[in-house]
């Protein structure tokens, strides 16, 4: 089992910046990527960035890429979305998520955290 607890959300006005965290515990034998996904009110949940714990390798979709940058601690057990110039339609909450690199990138995850809301303003 693994757990997974995402923090650093809040309210940020548009082109502002913030920083998500997500601390993992517990065995992660199968997991090899740890990613970031959101769902808007509404919304289908969206993949945000995804990254291979073992290369380093990342993924990003159009929507998010130039602006969020995924990355990880692994003495801290920890991965980190940073995310700049933000825009009103950034407003989602925000999942991390484990799982084997081929099955995140087409949203099939074994491992979810809570959430954590972000809200962009105008």
């Known amino acids: 089992q693994v757990q997974l607890v995402e923090s650093g959300g809040g309210p940020v006005q548009l082109g502002g910046s913030l920083l998500l965290s997500c601390a993992a515990s517990g065995s992660t034998d199968r997991s090899n990527s740890m990613a970031w996904f959101r769902q808007a009110s509404g919304k289908e949940r969206e993949t945000v960035a995804v990254?291979?714990?073992?290369?380093?390798?990342?993924y990003y979709p159009d929507s998010v890429k130039g602006r969020f940058t995924i990355s990880q601690d692994n003495n801290k057990n920890t991965v980190y979305l940073q995310m700049n110039s933000l825009k009103p339609e950034d407003t989602a909450m925000y999942f991390c998520?484990?799982?084997?690199?081929?099955?995140?990138?087409?949203?099939?995850?074994?491992?979810w955290g809570q959430g954590t809301l972000v809200t962009v303003s105008s």
């Open positions: 990254i291979h714990t073992g290369g380093g390798v990342t």
């Open positions: 998520a484990a799982g084997r690199w081929t099955e995140v990138l087409v949203g099939r995850v074994d491992y």
